[in-house]
T-cell receptor, first 113, second 109 residues
Framework: DVKVTQSSRYLVKRTGEKVFLECVQD?????MFWYRQDPGLGLRLIYF???????EKGDIPEGYSVSREKKERFSLILESASTNQTSMYLCASTPVGDTYEQYFGPGTRLTVT | RKEVEQDPGPFNVPEGATVAFNCTYSNSASQSFFWYRQDCRKEPKLLMS???SGNEDGRFTAQLNRASQYISLLIRDSKLSDSATYLCVVLEYGNKLVFGAGTILRVKS
């Protein structure tokens, strides 16, 4: 069974703080993704990575950065958290060439106050 | 205009009912389509792919109409356990998935 884990289920941070969201997968998948999910908007792609040290911007990268130093780990960084980044953040992974079946982590509900 | 649009619902149906959801997509060049299911407070999971010829998996049938750019999901003999949000998903150029906002289904006894 593929397992994707995220460091926290719930997180509360203050405006201006630097926030790290960690995602780890145990199936040796090459591709990893970060989404945010908001009511009425669905999942929106923030960043993705097809390999170690490689990253690509998704549809809404502003205010975010990512890091992929190891194949199994993909980190999302909010450089200076703002209230409009309050959301559910979901990480996903897939093997190479098979991006349609994405395996998601349980999500991190981030609240920025 | 959203790339993938769905009726948010909720669809409230009794057990045993047949229910259908539609989804429209804006990019006529899109090639691959899927339905994902997301239970309350859980992560999305792939339910089924949608092929041009249509496909069936037990009580679930998915259809694609390329001319009208819509995708449908039919659930027959609804069960309480079918209650979830159903996400319409399109695979775009660059192997990126574009998700609809989802349709909520509530099956009641």
């Amino acid at each position: 069974d593929v397992k994707v884990t995220q460091s926290s289920r719930y997180l509360v941070k203050r405006t201006g703080e630097k926030v790290f969201l960690e995602c780890v997968q145990d199936m040796d998948h090459e591709n990893m993704f970060w989404y945010r999910q908001d009511p009425g908007l669905g999942l929106r792609l923030i960043y993705f990575s097809y390999d170690v040290k490689m990253k690509e911007k998704g549809d809404i990268p502003e205010g975010y950065s990512v890091s992929r130093e190891k194949k199994e780990r993909f980190s999302l960084i909010l450089e200076s958290a703002s209230t409009n980044q309050t959301s559910m953040y979901l990480c996903a992974s897939t093997p190479v060439g098979d991006t349609y079946e994405q395996y998601f982590g349980p999500g991190t509900r981030l609240t920025v106050t | 205009r959203k790339e993938v649009e769905q009726d948010p619902g909720p669809f409230n149906v009794p057990e045993g009912a047949t229910v259908a959801f539609n989804c429209t997509y804006s990019n006529s060049a899109s090639q691959s389509f899927f339905w994902y299911r997301q239970d309350c407070r859980k992560e999305p999971k792939l339910l089924m792919s949608v092929y041009s010829s249509g496909n069936e998996d037990g009580r679930f049938t998915a259809q694609l109409n390329r001319a009208s750019q819509y995708i449908s999901l039919l659930i027959r003999d609804s069960k309480l356990s079918d209650s979830a949000t159903y996400l319409c998903v399109v695979l775009e150029y660059g192997n990126k998935l574009v998700f609809g906002a989802g349709t909520i289904l509530r099956v009641k006894s």
